[in-house]
């Protein structure tokens, strides 16, 4: 398969210009109440720390704490299974749907059965998968991947969205109004519930103590998925274990306010036992978390609480769009996250990062996000996967930077000449730099020539003149 191309896709949704500013101004919102929500807090920092230090905790032991989950979750009367891959998650949530003769299965959003590839399996064996998140059914009809992982469909403008009921839920094409979209898809979405044999949720975070895991959503989906059908399945990163309960208290402060600004999800769910004359399955799914646990510069990820944090306030990505990622995972967590999977096809996401670290700052767990993006580069480099163009210009810059004098004569030549030449020439296709941006105005000096002259001026002896 080839390498995902982030700058062609890049360049197709930045031609839509008004959901490109739609997605970088509503993005940029929630970093805004994200931060006021962190200044509203003079404990935010150590709350940072502690969830950092608990999940590493957890990270570091976690055969420990998968078995005594797993051990707990039994003596709730939950049924637990063991994952190893995709294919497995797959094969072992088919296998428990048609042992009970499920035809419809209802799930709320999850990013693991995305990542899984979920519903085509099931798909194909007769069972049809309706997402009852708005934004997750939204993606799902249009037939795309999910762009973000709170906001499934936020680089949708409303008429985008009517398009797509318009065309699968046979609404009005012409009414744009959000409210009269969400109504219709709840109608259309409703019955399907309350006829299921069987619905799925995803899990945010599983507690060892108890064994039992906390789901946190803002439309109620994932408890009616879960209490309407008789038959609970529960899809879970093994990566999404922390200790014990009281814990749970940090990452619930910390979440929805690195999400959206707000101080809590409006529905934070606790599912520990199946109800009476119900069945409750968790599947712990490791899917190359083991493996990534043992890379010593990447396993930090693992971490990762999904709150989007980083994707609300990467430039990049309020650009370009996170289906230009062309992976479940998008933003700079998915820069550091999916090359672990297929290294690859996303070996050119970690150059989708200006490394300004601002992902790494506004992160719940500190997760060192720019530094692993950056890693991930060199990686990239050792193994010859640069692509030509790329290749030729490091190697260029590499030679002018490592001789002063180069650098500085082709210094002063640009500054004497690019102010002159034709707008055409210097904004031409071949300068990937202009795509998106102008050159700002050339100073009247650089820097060197600056602190030239006033080192000069400040020690007339030239005593530390090189």
Known sequence: MHAVDHVDNARRFLALTDNQAFLDRNLWGLRQKRDAQMKAHPEWQALRTLASEIKEHALSHLDDYLEMFERNALANGVHVHWAEDAEAHNRIVHQLLAAHGVKTLVKSK???????????????????????????????????????????????????????????????????????????QREATRPLMLAAQAGMTGCNFAVAETGAVTVCTNEGNADLSANLPPLHLVSIGIEKIIPRQQDLGVFIRLLSRSALGSPITQYTSHFRAP??????????????????????????????????????????????????????????????????????????????????????????????????????????????DLPFIKRSAMKTAGIILSHPLLYRGMVNAMHATVPYLPSALVNSPLNAWCEGRELPPMPKQSFRQWYAEHRQHNDPHGEHAS
């Open 275 to 384: 109800r009476r004359g119900g069945e409750m399955h968790f599947i712990l799914v490791d899917n190359g978390r083991s493996a990534r646990l043992a890379m010593a510069d990447f396993w930090y990820s693992l971490k990762c609480i999904r709150c989007s944090a980083c994707m609300n306030t990467c430039p990049v990505y309020r650009r370009s769009g996170g289906l230009s990622y062309g992976g479940v995972y998008s933003g700079p967590i998915g820069a550091i996250i999916d090359p672990t999977m297929d290294f690859k096809r996303y070996s050119t996401l970690p150059f989708a990062s200006t490394l300004n670290g601002s992902c790494t700052n506004v992160c719940p767990v500190r997760i060192n996000i720019h530094e692993q993006i950056y890693k991930w580069r060199e990686l990239v480099a050792e193994q010859h």
């Open 110 to 184: 999850s990013m693991l059965t995305e990542e899984c590839d979920m519903r085509p399996y099931l798909a194909e064996r007769g069972i049809e998968v309706v997402e009852t998140d708005l934004g997750e059914r939204i993606q799902q009809l249009d037939n795309e991947m999910p762009s973000h992982v709170v906001v499934p469909a936020v680089h949708k403008l409303a008429r985008d969205v009517s398009k797509v009921f318009a065309r699968t839920l046979g609404t009005d094409p012409d009414n744009h109004d959000p409210h009269y979209l969400a109504e219709k």
